[in-house]
T-cell receptor
Framework: NAGVMQNPRHLVRRRGQEARLRCSPMKGHSHVYWYRQLPEEGLKFMVYLQKENIIDESGMPKERFSAEFPKEGPSILRIQQVVRGDSAAYFC????????????????FGSGTQLSVL | GQQVMQIPQYQHVQEGEDFTTYCNSSTTLSNIQWYKQRPGGHPVFLIQLVKSGEVKKQKRLTFQFGEAKKNSSLHITATQTTDVGTYFCAGRVNTNAGKSTFGDGTTLTVKP
């Protein structure tokens, strides 16, 4: 059972370009979360999605950032017109359908995408 | 909004010494989770606490959830070099999915 797959592992963009980060959740998981991590800092929540729905995007900047989790295919975090301040590690996590209890709410993280903006 | 604070930010110990990290939430939590992130790695789930006053043990690790369900601690007995990494607590307000709010983590270094 493959874990959460994120690609690319490293992404270099110049200011003004677009960055597209992909996340395939674990098989059977229908909840996806995106977190951002700056060096030596914690994980900052960005957005929570279920298939075809954005449930909570309270942590995502209103401009330039968008996320989707289509019926088929991976979840995509898209950053338009990147700036140097967007440089960070972006982690995706998935969890099973929530039934309450520990197993339903455990987060499984991918290896992250390190975005560097030149 | 909900805030989760962790102290200390860094802890340096000699191998064999004990280590504790503390987590405090501004709001009452439905549960709290702990994760470990090795240098250069991704967070890995350690444990979840749900009940008021709950204590759970995993070998040398002891996790506690406060009576008011607003604070938690992780204690490692007799640290080893394999314990190095950053330990995060993550609090969840609603039991039915929803986001987890992470603390800023405590980074543990162990001198052999």
């Amino acid at each position: 059972n493959a874990g959460v797959m994120q690609n690319p592992r490293h992404l270099v963009r110049r200011r003004g370009q677009e960055a597209r980060l992909r996340c395939s959740p674990m098989k059977g998981h229908s909840h996806v979360y995106w977190y951002r991590q700056l060096p030596e800092e914690g994980l900052k929540f960005m957005v929570y999605l279920q298939k075809e729905n954005i449930i909570d995007e309270s942590g995502m900047p209103k401009e330039r950032f968008s996320a989707e989790f289509p019926k088929e295919g991976p979840s995509i975090l898209r950053i338009q017109q990147v700036v140097r301040g967007d440089s960070a590690a972006y982690f995706c996590a998935s969890s099973p359908r929530s039934t309450g209890g520990a197993e339903g709410e455990k987060l499984f993280f991918g290896s992250g995408t390190q975005l560097s903006v030149l | 909004g909900q805030q989760v604070m962790q102290i200390p930010q860094y802890q340096h110990v000699q191998e064999g010494e004990d280590f504790t990290t503390y987590c405090n939430s501004s709001t009452t939590l439905s549960n709290i989770q702990w994760y470990k992130q090795r240098p250069g790695g991704h967070p890995v789930f350690l444990i979840q606490l749900v009940k008021s006053g709950e204590v759970k043990k995993q070998k040398r690790l002891t996790f506690q959830f406060g009576e008011a369900k607003k604070n938690s601690s992780l204690h490692i007995t007799a640290t080893q070099t394999t314990d190095v990494g950053t330990y995060f607590c993550a609090g969840r307000v609603n039991t039915n999915a929803g986001k987890s709010t992470f603390g800023d983590g405590t980074t543990l270094t162990v001198k052999p």
